[in-house]
């Protein structure tokens, strides 16, 4: 599956110098501190991998919350002289693509084609990083069945009404990436796309590793029977192939910590027989509209596409997503995009000026909070504190451009 189109990224004159100054601390949901993430000192590569979206829907502001926050680590790496390699998945084939094709009476691949082609629009327009490997799970079925019978061959894997399951007790390691109590996890496994309720199952939160054939459903050959793969596995599958195991960051929104991160990291681990499967779980926090957590299941959305459609800046955009530290949950009103186009146009007339303060304590501003767990709003005031100021280096509107493009992704 094609990625999309890169911006180019400014080369700062220091690139690469303040890797030992600031390296780059994420907050770790498995251990719930911050923790140095990446590789030590300049030079090595970084290893990342985002869990994408399920695309029976367009784009909306929490989407893009979440793969801004991970657009902020790609970059601060950079700007810190690491190489990045960086995989993201699409979930094209699942329960809820399926369930909209059927709804809506359009083929399921058509629908998933169409969306995760808006999904890369929204992002070009964003102007986030594209990963190195944007891979679909119906290209990686041969790889996730692969990997059930790794697990199989483990006797980490059991049949329910032709239905492959993982048994959570093969990891006994569950539970250290989302820290949650067996009586937390119940409920929300759930509401998460689990079925704690199925009869034979030898534990209510065993996970589905392949789904025997339905009616009316696509379905490939496996040594298990015709069906297809279970959501966690193929996140699983995918970051081992192509990341090895041990890699640096797995990311993506506070609501995939579990069941979905936990659940992938026991299949990895016991199919393997290393761990970790990542050194560190980072979460991007929920957006909500209307007193709830945006998402396509209550309908509740603000698209991305329809902003842009509408003739909103995507930079603008981008500003109000970065006006809110990546962890924190927060709500969405007209006046947060009011406020964001404010300030764009602030910066940008400041950057257009003949001269200004010098460039080199915000820069140092900016990737100190940015080392600091993403501290975006903080590098946002930084950058306003300049635009505020007069000053006569004539080179510093230039250098300031150049560095808020580099590391927030703004382009004045």
């Known amino acids: ?79 810190a002289g690491h190489r990045v390699h960086y995989v993201q998945n699409a979930t094209d084939v699942d329960d809820p693509l399926l369930e909209r094709a059927r709804e809506t009476g359009e083929d399921w691949r058509a629908l998933a084609d169409r969306e995760i082609q808006l999904f890369r629009d929204d992002m070009t327009a964003l102007r986030i990083l594209p990963p190195d490997r944007y891979i679909g799970a119906v290209e990686s079925i041969p790889l996730i069945i692969e990997m059930i019978e790794k697990l199989r061959g483990r006797n980490a894997a059991y049949e329910v009404g032709g239905d492959v399951y993982f048994p959570v007790a093969a990891d006994p390691d569950f539970g250290q990436v989302s820290r949650l109590t067996r009586e937390e996890m119940a409920p929300l496994f759930a509401e998460r796309g689990g079925d704690p309720d199925r009869a034979g199952k030898r534990d209510p939160l065993d996970a589905l590793l392949w789904s025997a054939r339905r009616p009316g459903e696509p379905a490939w050959d496996s040594p298990f029977g015709e069906g297809r793969p279970g959501w966690h596995v193929e996140c699983s599958a995918i970051s081992i192939e192509h990341l090895g195991m041990a890699f640096d960051v797995e990311g993506g929104g506070s609501d995939l910590a579990f069941p979905h991160h936990e659940m992938g990291a026991s299949h990895a681990q016991v199919a393997t027989g290393e761990r970790p499967h990542a050194r560190a779980y980072v979460h991007a926090g929920m957006v909500g509209l209307d007193g709830e957590k945006m998402s396509k299941s209550r309908g509740n959305l603000v698209f991305v596409s329809k902003l842009r459609e509408a003739g909103t800046d995507p930079m603008a955009i981008r500003l109000a997503l970065l006006a809110h530290h990546y962890r924190s949950d927060w709500e969405w009103t007209p006046d947060r995009l009011a406020e964001a186009e404010a300030r764009l146009e602030r910066w940008r007339a400041a950057a257009s000026r003949a001269s200004g303060p010098p460039a080199a304590p915000v820069a140092e501003a900016v990737r100190s909070h940015l080392a600091d767990d993403l501290d975006a709003p903080a590098a946002l005031k930084a950058v306003d504190a300049w635009a505020a100021a007069d000053g006569t280096d004539a080179t510093a509107p230039s250098q300031v451009k150049a560095l808020t493009d580099a590391l927030l992704g703004i382009a004045l």
């Not at 189109?5 to 303040?18: K, Q, R």
């Not at 601390?25 to 994408?52: F, I, K, N, Q």
């Open 1 to 79: 599956m094609r990625s999309w189109p890169a911006s180019e990224v400014p080369h700062l004159p220091d690139a690469g110098l303040p890797a030992a100054a600031w390296p780059l601390r994420l907050h770790d949901t498995g251990t719930g501190t911050a923790r140095p993430a990446g590789p030590a000192g300049s030079g090595g590569t970084a290893r990342m991998y985002v869990c994408g979206i399920t695309p029976y829907d367009a784009t909306h502001l929490g989407h893009a919350n979440t793969y801004l926050a991970f657009d902020l680590v790609n970059r601060v790496w950079r700007d």
